[in-house]
C-alpha cells in the first residue's frame, strides 16, 4: 500500500534557524506531492506542490521543496524560520489520476523568538 | 469568494447514534472528498463524490457514507458510531486532478 513518511515528530527552532523537515512516499509511479500547513486553529492550507518540470518548487511564505525521484523524497526547506512559522506541516502524494490524498503523519515545529 | 465551509463546527455524540456532517465546497469546485484526522495522525481519506457518486473510497466501513448534491455540497453520514470515531472530520474540494481546498473540520466526540 502507498505510504508517506515524515521523519521528524517534532522540531524545535530558534528564529533565523534554517528548517529542513523530510518527507519520504513508497509508490513506484507517477505522483503528485504537496505539503500543506495547519496553523493553531485554522485550517489545512497548501504550501506548495509538485505535478511535473522543475523539481525544484517554491511555496507561499519563502517555502521550497525539492523531488528527488531516485530517493523518493519530498523535503521542505526554508532558510530563515520565523516565529509565525509556528504549525503543523504535513505532506501528501496522490497518485496521479485519482486525487485521493495520502498524508504523512506531520511534523510539529515550534520556532521561539 | 468563500472557500470550503463545514457544520457543525463541533459535535457531542452518544455511542451507537447516527451522525451527519455538512460541506460546500469551495465555489467552482465539483469534487468533495472527506478525511478524518485522529489526534496527533495525519487525514485518512474516507472517500470522494463528483457528479454525485462515490468515485473513491478508503479503509472505512460501511458505517461511513455519503451524499453530494446537485449543488456539489456533501454530506457525510457515521451510524453506530464509536468512541474510535472520535476525531476532526476534514471536507476538501477540488477541481478533478487539482489542489484540495480544505475546510475548517467538524470536531466529533463520541462519548
Known amino acids: 500500500a502507498q505510504s508517506v513518511s515524515q521523519h521528524n515528530h517534532h522540531v524545535i527552532l530558534s528564529e533565523a534557524a534554517s528548517l529542513e523537515l523530510g518527507c519520504n512516499y513508497s509508490?513506484?509511479?507517477?505522483?503528485?506531492l504537496f505539503w500543506y500547513v495547519q496553523y493553531p486553529g485554522q485550517h489545512l492550507q497548501l504550501l506548495l506542490k509538485?505535478?511535473?518540470?522543475?523539481?525544484l518548487v517554491k511555496g507561499i511564505k519563502g517555502f521550497e521543496a525539492e523531488f528527488i525521484k531516485s530517493k523518493f523524497s519530498f523535503n521542505l526547506r526554508k532558510p530563515s524560520v520565523q516565529w509565525s512559522d509556528t504549525a503543523e506541516y504535513f505532506c501528501?502524494?496522490?497518485?496521479?489520476?485519482?486525487?485521493?490524498?495520502?498524508f504523512g503523519t506531520g511534523t510539529r515545529l515550534q520556532v521561539f523568538p | 469568494d468563500a472557500g470550503v465551509t463545514q457544520s457543525p463546527t463541533h459535535l457531542i455524540k452518544t455511542r451507537g447514534q447516527q451522525v451527519t456532517l455538512r460541506c460546500s465546497p469551495k465555489?467552482?469546485?465539483?469534487?468533495v472528498s472527506w478525511y478524518q484526522q485522529a489526534l496527533g495522525q495525519g487525514p485518512q481519506f474516507i472517500f470522494q463524490?463528483?457528479?454525485?457518486?462515490?468515485?473513491q473510497r478508503g479503509n472505512f466501513p460501511d458505517r461511513f457514507s455519503g451524499h453530494q448534491f446537485p449543488n456539489y455540497s456533501s454530506e457525510l453520514n457515521v451510524n453506530a458510531l464509536l468512541l474510535g470515531d472520535s476525531a476532526l472530520y476534514l471536507c476538501?474540494?477540488?477541481?478533478?486532478?487539482?489542489?484540495?481546498?480544505f475546510g475548517q473540520g467538524t470536531r466529533l466526540t463520541v462519548v
Open positions: 509538485y505535478f511535473s518540470g522543475d523539481p
Open positions: 465555489s467552482g469546485h465539483d469534487t
Open positions: 509508490y513506484g509511479g507517477t505522483v503528485n
Open positions: 463524490y463528483y457528479e454525485e457518486e462515490e468515485r
Open positions: 501528501a502524494v496522490n497518485i496521479r489520476n485519482t486525487d485521493k490524498l495520502i
Open positions: 476538501a474540494s477540488s477541481l478533478v486532478s487539482t489542489e484540495a481546498f
